[in-house]
């Protein structure tokens, strides 16, 4: 490598470390959930009811584990508009497999887990390889999968046993087995971007291709796996949504895809990949998550939520297309 080469390639981790290190608007994040929270609280005191934080906890794991593959992607300066179609194609597969089957666990965790690799590969070798756009690709592949969904079947379908059940109501002493499952694949995430080589990749080709390959990162590998990481967390998204359903659905997954990414990006993380946190993304579903409970408390009409998800997305990407133009924001 030449010493040019070499200046980049130094400069280039510099700089991700600095990026690793920006908590910028994590903490207003972190403080806005609790406002949101002991504000909605003051005007319904049902918020503060111990069933309403349980309902609060697994709206969060349900998007939290899509929002961390999501994660992945949009650090690497993709996305995935698919998420949402393996979620309800999961939940379908699942319950439809398992059917009150408890030996047919293990087969419809397999299959699950196989279309969720299936579609991670699809859409990291249409753009890694095809060099198909991020949004063309997930496009046809969220098309695609929501019709196996209806192919498989209109309606709810099939029966979760007790056992997948305990996965979305069981508790471990007062904690329930959710948040846990979730603190697991958390910590895990967090470790892998922040302490292993392959998330530095990840940050890497987030800022900038060209600079990622002058360092020698293979972003076509990079590119493919974090798209099958968002796909296999889909499929885990799709089992535990199935837990607490005790069934399948075909539109359970429908408009995940735009919370996971306006949660990932709300506190910091860049919608043209290279720079945010976890923590941002924790953050990001906390306060969608607490929104969307606040407004069902205070009897906020479905229209009007809506606007108010749609208005979110359009500020985080106003946010950090004026960052990275260098509006100081």
């Known amino acids: 490598?030449?010493?040019?080469?070499?200046?980049?390639?130094?400069?280039?981790?510099?700089?991700?470390?600095?990026?690793?290190?920006?908590?910028?608007?994590?903490?207003?994040?972190?403080?806005?959930?609790?406002?949101?929270?002991?504000?909605?609280?003051?005007?319904?005191?049902?918020?503060?009811?111990?069933?309403?934080?349980?309902?609060?906890?697994?709206?969060?794991?349900?998007?939290?584990?899509?929002?961390?593959?999501?994660?992945?992607?949009?650090?690497?300066?993709?996305?995935?508009?698919?998420?949402?179609?393996?979620?309800?194609?999961?939940?379908?597969?699942?319950?439809?497999?398992?059917?009150?089957?408890?030996?047919?666990?293990?087969?419809?965790?397999?299959?699950?887990?196989?279309?969720?690799?299936?579609?991670?590969?699809?859409?990291?070798?249409?753009?890694?390889?095809?060099?198909?756009?991020?949004?063309?690709?997930?496009?046809?592949?969220?098309?695609?999968?929501?019709?196996?969904?209806?192919?498989?079947?209109?309606?709810?379908?099939?029966?979760?046993?007790?056992?997948?059940?305990?996965?979305?109501?069981?508790?471990?002493?007062?904690?329930?087995?959710a948040i846990l499952i979730f603190g697991v694949f958390f910590a895990v995430a967090l470790i892998i971007l922040t302490k292993t080589r392959f998330g530095l990749h990840v940050y890497a080709l987030g800022g900038g291709i060209q600079s990622a390959r002058l360092s020698g990162v293979n972003t076509s590998r990079v590119r493919i796996v974090t798209h099958v990481v968002c796909s296999l967390m889909a499929a885990c998204t799709g089992i535990y949504i199935a837990s607490r359903l005790g069934t399948g659905d075909p539109y359970v997954g429908m408009d995940i895809e735009l919370e996971s990414i306006a949660a990932v990006c709300i506190a910091g993380t860049s919608l043209f990949g290279g720079r945010g946190t976890l923590w941002g993304t924790l953050g990001g579903v906390l306060l969608l998550v607490m929104l969307s409970n606040a407004f069902n408390h205070l009897n906020v009409e479905t229209t009007i939520q809506l606007i108010a998800r749609g208005l979110i997305i359009i500020v985080a990407v106003a946010v950090y297309t004026m960052r990275r133009k260098g509006f100081g924001c």
Do not use: E
């Open 1 to 177: 490598m030449s010493r040019n080469n070499l200046a980049k390639s130094s400069s280039l981790w510099f700089n991700i470390k600095q990026q690793l290190s920006n908590n910028t608007g994590v903490v207003a994040v972190y403080l806005i959930v609790l406002a949101t929270f002991f504000t909605s609280g003051s005007l319904s005191r049902d918020v503060f009811k111990l069933t309403n934080i349980i309902t609060i906890v697994h709206h969060m794991v349900s998007l939290g584990l899509v929002s961390i593959g999501q994660t992945f992607c949009i650090l690497s300066g993709s996305f995935d508009l698919s998420v949402g179609s393996v979620i309800s194609l999961t939940t379908l597969l699942f319950a439809g497999t398992v059917f009150g089957d408890s030996a047919m666990i293990v087969p419809a965790t397999v299959l699950v887990f196989g279309v969720g690799l299936v579609f991670g590969l699809i859409n990291g070798l249409m753009i890694a390889k095809a060099r198909i756009n991020p949004f063309v690709s997930t496009l046809a592949t969220m098309l695609a999968g929501q019709g196996a969904s209806l192919m498989y079947n209109y309606g709810p379908y099939g029966k979760i046993t007790p056992g997948i059940k305990y996965i979305g109501y069981g508790t471990m002493g007062p904690i329930p087995v």
